[in-house]
């Protein structure tokens, strides 16, 4: 039902190829979730096809959690969307 694609920094492209991004993002039933860097869309080398895909996304859909190795991850409080720190 759900597809979560994590797209690494170490191999930005082969995960952006666009024949295996279509595959990754396509085979959801219901949600498809990209996990990925905030500046991807500013990847040179990318596909137009899949820079057009994450850049409606990122208009349309997406949110940003910010993640510090000192303080920890956080998460997106499900009642007002304020990030909370994991304990």
Do not use: W
């Not at 295996?20 to 040179?44: C, D, G, M, W």
């Amino acid at each position: 039902d759900v597809t979560i694609y994590v797209v690494p920094n170490a191999s930005l492209n082969r995960s952006l190829e666009p024949r295996l991004f279509n595959v990754a993002t396509s085979r959801a039933i219901r949600h498809t979730i990209i996990i990925a860097e905030k500046e991807i869309v500013q990847y040179p080398l990318m596909d137009s096809k899949v820079k057009q895909y994450l850049k409606k996304l990122e208009q349309e859909q997406s949110c940003y959690i910010p993640f510090n190795c000192q303080t920890g991850p956080k998460l997106l409080n499900s009642t007002n969307n304020n990030l909370i720190e994991l304990q």
